[in-house]
């Protein structure tokens, strides 16, 4: 599985950016994609994941302000940031969790204050 992820970005601080991350074949049947993120100097942390049935999970860090959600038609998944915070400066990294999990290459958000 190849993950391809495009979307980030520079933004001001309560802006917005959407995250996609494309997949090379179907995730959604029987799987789960989503995205943690890696700040500088910091270890990677979860953000969120939404599976095959729909179900959606966040770091508490985000609730409210991210959303995730799918097109299994396209074996894709989206992370809608708004409200944008300084400390949500990282490279973000999107995955997909079959019986393996699977790593795409990172996409550097970066929010300025």
């Known amino acids: 599985v190849q993950l391809q992820a495009s979307g980030g970005g520079l933004v001001q601080a309560e802006g917005s950016l959407r995250l996609s991350c494309a997949a090379s074949r179907n995730i959604f049947s029987s799987g789960a994609m989503g995205w943690y993120r890696q700040a500088p100097g910091k270890q990677r942390e979860f953000v969120a994941t939404?599976?095959?049935?729909?179900?959606?999970n966040y770091a508490d860090s985000v609730k409210g302000r991210f959303t995730i959600s799918r097109d299994a038609a396209k074996n894709t998944a989206y992370l809608q940031m708004n409200s944008l915070k300084a400390e949500d400066t990282a490279t973000y990294y999107c995955y997909a969790l079959l019986s393996v999990m699977y790593w795409g290459e990172g996409t550097l958000v970066t929010v300025s204050s």
């Open positions: 939404i599976t095959s049935v729909g179900t959606t």
